[in-house]
């Protein structure tokens, strides 16, 4: 499996962005799929995550009632709708595709990551 993410961009506080990450493979719909952020300086942040189904989402509490993770297998796309964004949402935002069928937030726990989409919020 192959991923593509991209939709990042440069936003004021109180915007909203959709990131996509865009998959390659006959595979895709038997993943997982996550998000994960990286700012400048820190680790690697578990983000989001749907399950192969679409049927469980799963949010870190910091972005929870202002993000949304969906899918489309049809299209081997997944999305995060990034709405009421704060200065603190800026970071590098990474999509991954994990075998695991329970909530997975540990990058070990993923086998397959794409490259990054930087996203900046300004105040």
């Known amino acids: 499996v192959q991923l593509q993410a991209c939709g990042g961009g440069l936003v004021q506080a109180g915007g909203s962005l959709r990131l996509s990450c865009a998959a390659s493979g006959r595979t895709f719909s038997s993943y997982g799929v996550g998000w994960f952020r990286q700012a400048p300086g820190k680790e690697r942040e578990f983000v989001a995550l749907?399950?192969?189904?679409?049927?469980?989402?799963y949010y870190a509490d910091s972005v929870k009632g202002r993000f949304t993770i969906s899918r489309d297998n049809a299209k081997n796309t997944v999305y995060l709708q990034m709405n009421s964004l704060k200065p603190e949402d800026t970071a590098v935002y990474y999509c991954?595709?994990?075998?695991?069928?329970?909530?997975?937030?540990?990058?070990?726990?993923?086998?397959?990551w794409g490259q990054g989409t930087q996203v900046t919020v300004s105040s």
């Open positions: 991954a595709a994990t075998s695991y069928t329970g909530w997975a937030q540990k990058l070990y726990e993923y086998d397959y």
């Open positions: 749907i399950s192969w189904n679409g049927g469980s989402t």
